[in-house]
């Protein structure tokens, strides 16, 4: 029986040992990502065995640390569900928001934010936050435990990157919040000051999160909350890559002179740490925020400045934070994306922008499903400015028919904005 056809027990087993996890291992993962420091490898085992299906919410966390698509899971539930009932699954009846979120959760949802947002300030300001009924912090919180905390925040970043921000901030937020809870628990200065560089980094996570929700209010809050915890906890380093997260963020605001005033404030934050890697990224959104100024000498220039900073990264390895954003596949991205910019203002620029775009799609994978099809909606955007209306409408057609395995509302704006340009297009 293929994977496809499982019922839920036999697929969690299945990829459970695919990806070499135990049932007590898989079990820590769904504390670390939930916050409820209550699942056990029974309950595995009872999900395993079909006992027990999880509920909507359980069903998150396990597609997150089993890296499988949350339909898969929701599908093989409703089998499980339909064997214990003895007939086949009805298609549920549900209404769900653009973020991917039901009914009540969308209040849920920005109840928890608030709630992490004033919990992570006050510990960063440095006062200290109780644990919030319902919340069990273990006796002694040691580097174990931030060890735990930075694998769930992995887990969810890689999370955004094939699926796209809707429908886990909450979870992130829970997450950042109990981060909180265990600083003021904890007695180690050592481990309170890596738990204020995990709260910036959960932070910065979140702020990316709701980037893509196009909750921007709240973006910009979490990433200077970032920064206050970045400070705190004396990383540079992680500080520097947040400021330029901001700037990519200015971007998609199209506020290029905010976003050079940023990658000049990262570059003094932390030059003599920063890598190769990191400055080759820095450089290509210079080259964007330029591309949107209508400089095209100053988008070439970064360009090449960007790609031979690229081939002096060979071989280094980034912190977890940063490694998504020093790939081969970005470089392509971000600069085709400058010149998508530069031939909305003049067509000569589309060829560029179209040939970099078709490289970063062929770099991406699975792994990378939100931002290739992001990169999909520019090649088409360019296909538009050069004048090749039907391969433009071929790509966009391909890019919506995977925005339902995604979640992402500045995507699915992108997207639609392209749709109506082609449709008034003569």
Known sequence: MKPADLSLGPLIALRRRELGKSQERLAEQLCAT?????????????????????????????????????DSLERAAARARASRRKQEPAP?????????LYGEEVETERRQVLRSLAAASLVVAGWPVGARAGVELPRRITGEHVAELREATNLYRGWVSRH?????????STLLEQASMMHSAASDDVVRRELLASIADLAGLEAYISRDLEEHYDAREMYQLALQAAKAAGDRHLGAHLIVRMAGHNIELKQPNDTLGLLDAAQLAAKSVLGHGERANQLCIKAWANAQRGDAEAVKRAVGDAEEEFVRAEGSVSREWGRQHVTEGELYSLTGAAYVDLARQSAKHAPLAIER????????????????????????????????????EKIARQAGSQIDQLASNRLTRRLAELNERITSAP
């Open 164 to 172: 796209g921000g809707g429908g886990i901030r909450q979870h992130v």
């Open 357 to 392: 775009l078709k490289k970063a799609i062929s770099l991406r994978g699975p792994a990378n499903a939100r931002n290739r099809t992001l990169d999909m909606v520019s090649l088409a955007e360019a296909l538009f400015e050069q004048g090749e209306f039907e391969e433009c």
């Open 34 to 70: 939930s916050g409820r420091m209550t699942v056990t490898k029974n309950e595995i085992s009872r999900y395993e065995r079909e006992e027990r299906v999880p509920s909507a919410d359980s069903l998150r966390h396990l597609a997150i640390a089993l890296e499988l698509p949350l």
């Open 92 to 100: 549920p009846a549900v209404t769900v928001d653009d973020n991917g």
